[in-house]
């Protein structure tokens, strides 16, 4: 079994779902870094999201 500290000597590779500025620090360092573009569905609005369930029948 791998040591944890093994994966302290491998290339860091990060998927940020989040503030661009955390992706924009990492860019700036050379880490290899993706930035997703994630929302909550309906804006995180409770009544829009249950609207959005009846509709598709869920």
Known sequence: ???ISDL???ELKVINIGLLSF???L???GVKVIQVDWRPPAG???EV???LKKLLGK
Do not use: H, I, W
């Open 1 to 3: 079994m791998r040591k």
């Open 8 to 10: 302290f000597k491998q």
């Open 23 to 25: 992706k924009e620090s």
């Open 27 to 29: 860019d700036d360092v």
């Open 44 to 46: 995180g609005d409770q």
């Open 49 to 51: 999201m249950d609207a």
